[in-house]
């Protein structure tokens, strides 16, 4: 059941990055680092996004941790490396709570 509302929430977070001029690169990039949600591109910069969804009263973003962050910034790493992207790029969030979408930009520690 969380992975089909995870899945629910990554179609609303790329509905909504597409709307605002984002390309969408990629989604679910995994490696054995940990997972990237969504890679978007705009500006010339990449954007890899990590997408937190709450159907709850749990607010989204209590769960980008500190180990999340660094698990991210190893696969954004391995990301850059395994695609050969020489681009500048910036990690990002992008939580959805009930009907409210906040998308926050360079999230990295």
């Known amino acids: 059941m969380s992975r089909e509302i995870g ?25 054995r680092y940990g997972e990237i949600d969504i890679v978007a591109r705009r500006g010339g910069v990449l954007h890899f996004i990590e997408v ?31 695609r050969g992207v020489e681009l500048p790029y910036q990690l990002d969030a992008l939580t959805i709570w009930g009907d409210e979408i906040d998308f926050i930009e360079n999230i990295s520690l």
């Open 7 to 31: 899945r629910v929430g990554e179609e609303r977070a790329v509905a909504y990055l597409a709307d605002r001029g984002f390309e969408i690169v990629e989604t679910n990039f995994t490696s």
């Open 52 to 82: 937190k969804f709450s159907q709850s009263s749990d607010d989204p973003h209590w769960w980008i941790t500190e180990k999340k962050l660094k698990r991210l910034s190893r696969t954004v790493e391995y990301y850059l490396h395994r």
